[in-house]
């Protein structure tokens, strides 16, 4: 993969890892780093190998939010402009095949908070920092962060959160349904290689389907969320891997996926 400054991206044969690169200020979001992440979200979306992406933090920190220094004298049309970027990334990555997974280490707050949620699974250790304060510095989350929390966790928890600003540490977090797993100290990249590699066994094109149903379902009625869902499995049934994976359960064997 090309060699970036703010990110660094590293393919180890189906898995991606993206570690953000400013760990002097605990990896603060710039738009560099989402032009990084875009540029390399197209490599990853050229290479048909790669079936899942981790993304973590170099340093003490996952992300300790956007960027103060650089959001403190944007003015209205250029703070939307702002927001406007780093979330069309975010949804890029909702709509993309691959499966995230972000390993949060030490802070994840406001956009770094953001930026895990816009992944489709978070794992965590105990005694990461996790929160939306940004209405303790004039703000409210920009990164969608008042949305995917509040899908995430439900608005009880997630207004909470948004007036109060409060951290809570990753044992909370998994608590309330923020993050998946916690994994033992020390252990968060091998923990979240072990989720990729889960993934990786499994038909890819139904991977994807099942995230696909999930995250465009969401957004539906339900009967069109139901319709969308029996579509897409029916699509199923038109892959090789779904006649490989049933036939290797009639013969009592492990499946060999093709990925088609
Ligand atoms: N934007 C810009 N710089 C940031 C930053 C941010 N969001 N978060 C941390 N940094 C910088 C600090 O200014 C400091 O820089 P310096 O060494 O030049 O002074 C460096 O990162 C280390 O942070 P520091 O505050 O010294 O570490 P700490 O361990 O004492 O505290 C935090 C860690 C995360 C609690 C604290 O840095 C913090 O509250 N950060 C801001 C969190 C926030 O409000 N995020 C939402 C933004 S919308």
């Known amino acids: 993969m090309s060699e970036f400054t703010e990110i660094i991206c590293e393919k180890q044969g189906g898995i991606c890892i993206i570690k953000i690169n400013r760990p002097k200020v605990l990896n603060a979001l ?4 989402f032009y990084e ?8 979306e050229a290479d048909p190998e790669i079936r899942v992406v981790i993304i973590t933090g170099e340093g003490r920190a996952f992300a300790a939010g956007a960027d ?13 402009a702002f927001a406007t970027h ?4 975010l949804r890029r990555m909702e709509s993309m095949e691959q499966i995230f997974i972000a390993a949060v280490n ?3 707050l406001g956009g770094g908070c953001e930026l895990s949620m816009a992944c489709d699974l978070r794992i965590t250790e105990a005694g990461t ?10 703000i ?8 995917r929390l509040t899908r995430l966790v439900g608005l009880t928890i997630a207004k909470e959160m948004v007036v109060t600003g409060k951290k809570i540490d990753g044992v909370e977090a998994s608590r309330i349904g923020l993050v998946n797993k916690v994994a033992e100290d020390g252990k968060l990249m091998e923990e979240a290689i072990d989720m990729a590699n889960q993934i990786l066994k499994n038909a890819s094109l139904a991977v994807s389907y099942g995230k696909e149903a999930i995250n465009r379902g969401i957004q539906l009625d339900m009967d069109s ?13 038109a892959t090789e891997d779904q006649k490989e994976g049933m036939t290797a359960f009639c013969e009592k064997r492990k499946p060999h996926f093709v990925n088609r």
């Open 30 to 33: 710039v738009p560099s780093v």
């Open 37 to 44: 992440l875009n540029q390399a979200l197209d490599e990853i």
């Open 68 to 80: 103060i220094t650089y959001m403190k004298d944007l003015d209205a049309k250029g703070a939307k």
């Open 86 to 89: 780093i979330t069309s990334v």
């Open 106 to 108: 030490g802070y994840a």
């Open 129 to 138: 920092k996790f929160g939306l304060p940004e209405t303790g510095l004039g």
């Open 140 to 147: 409210i989350p920009g990164f969608s962060g008042t949305q």
């Open 225 to 237: 969320a139901i319709d969308f869902e029996t579509n897409l499995f029916g699509l199923c049934f």
